[in-house]
């Protein structure tokens, strides 16, 4: 009789420790979901220190709201093919690698004039301005001109 206890006894620890240690990876999880109160209760069920986990999900969504406005990028989808950037100052990179990080594809910008000099007609503005020092490469550069009209400023490594 005595095995039959150590054994259930065993078995009881080795489930409670898995369902602990689910708990602590769903909780882990939740960390960068927005979504989280979903799977919380059972978290909450089988973990005790509860008051310390509410803190952190008052947390998530207050950052939450300084997510960027925008709209949210599709998988495997590019924003520059899911939004129309005609008139944004911006190169097609940048506005990708926002969408990559933040999940959201930017708001595409209006502005007035941007930065850089006037590109003459029929002129490249790598020979119309000095790139020298510029770490970009050449049709970088000149794409950018192509597409604003304007010669991008100098960067200087």
Do not use: W
């Not at 409670?16 to 939740?30: D, S, Y």
């Not at 986990?53 to 207050?62: E, H, I, L, R, T």
Request: with cysteine; glycine share 10%.
């Amino acid at each position: 009789m005595l095995q039959r206890t150590t054994v259930r006894h065993a078995r009881k620890t080795a489930a409670a420790m898995l369902i602990a240690i689910a708990a602590f990876g769903l909780t882990a999880c939740q960390d960068g979901d927005t979504n989280s109160s979903s799977s919380s209760p059972s978290a909450s069920a089988t973990q005790s220190p509860t008051p310390a986990a509410k803190p952190s999900q008052g947390s998530d969504q207050d950052s939450a709201k300084g997510t960027p406005s925008g709209i949210p990028r599709k998988p495997g989808m590019r924003c520059t093919n899911q939004i129309d950037y005609g008139d944004d100052p911006r190169d097609n990179a940048t506005i990708n690698s926002i969408g990559s990080d933040t999940g959201y594809c930017p708001e595409p910008q209006k502005g007035g004039t941007p930065s850089g000099t006037p590109r003459k007609p029929g002129m490249r503005c790598t020979n119309q301005i000095d790139y020298g020092d510029d770490p970009r490469d050449n049709a970088t550069i000149n794409s950018i001109g192509s597409d604003t009209g304007y010669c991008p400023p100098v960067q200087h490594q």
